[in-house]
Nanobody, 120 residues
């Protein structure tokens, strides 16, 4: 079993930056696909970024050019650097990890979520 713990959320003004971290409890995390998923009230959930074990990244169109996903395998940690934040980025952000595919609720390992609120 792999436990994921997110941190780094909070309140930021529009145009500001924030960095989320997700620490895993097991080193096997390093070979998983990892991603950040967000859920806002009344909206569909969205996989905003993912990174493969080889380091390839993908981003949702809504965050391209503003968000960067990265990982530190030695620390069992994945990060999400968020720049130029907008009010529509407000959501609970979840860390997700799976041997092959992320972004499907109920599949793989999930953190408890961290709230990100962007004020206008």
């Amino acid at each position: 079993q792999v436990q994921l713990v997110e941190s780094g959320g909070g309140l930021v003004q529009s145009g500001g930056s924030m960095k989320l971290s997700c620490v895993a409890s097991a080193s096997i995390f390093s070979i998983f696909v990892k991603g950040w998923y967000r859920q806002a009230p009344g909206k569909e959930g969205e996989l905003v970024a993912s990174i493969t074990r080889g380091g390839s990244t993908t981003y949702a169109e809504s965050v391209k050019g503003r968000f960067t996903i990265s990982r530190d395998n030695a620390k069992n940690t994945v990060y999400l650097q968020m720049n130029n934040l907008k009010p529509e980025d407000t959501a609970v952000y979840y860390c997700n990890a799976d041997p092959s595919q992320v972004g499907t609720r109920g599949r793989g390992y999930w953190g408890q979520g961290t709230q990100v609120t962007v004020s206008s």
